[in-house]
């Protein structure tokens, strides 16, 4: 799978700096909200498994949710509390992970 490049992103001097956003997706939302005035299940969907799977890191899945949350603001819709759920699920994983990566390191070197 192709994933885009991350880059720094900054919407406006209003709007927060996130540290690395997947453009692929925040170009898509951006597509979306255009079209429609919402995003789709689909591309929270898609950017969650890529997040998963690690085809994404979970740093940049995080940022690159909180620049669509900046997207959707003022949007009539209530896509707020899904995105805010994912943000947490990423989160987790990531904790999850570096927990996984300590008890790797300590282990002696004859059980590996």
């Known amino acids: 799978m192709n994933i885009s490049p991350i880059a720094s992103y ?31 299940g689909d591309l929270l969907c898609c950017l969650r498994y890529d997040v998963i799977f690690k085809n994404i890191s979970y740093q940049d899945g995080v940022d690159t949710i909180k620049a669509i949350r900046k997207l959707l603001e003022g949007n009539p819709e209530n896509w707020k509390n899904w995105v805010n759920e994912l943000v947490g699920e990423f989160k987790y994983l990531a904790k999850k992970e ?15």
């Open 10 to 40: 900054k919407q406006n001097n209003n709007q927060p700096s996130f540290q690395a956003v997947n453009m692929k997706y925040l170009e898509r939302a951006k597509k979306e909200i255009k079209r429609r005035n919402t995003i789709t």
């Open 98 to 112: 570096r927990i996984e990566q300590r008890r790797e390191a300590k282990k002696p070197k004859s059980c590996q």
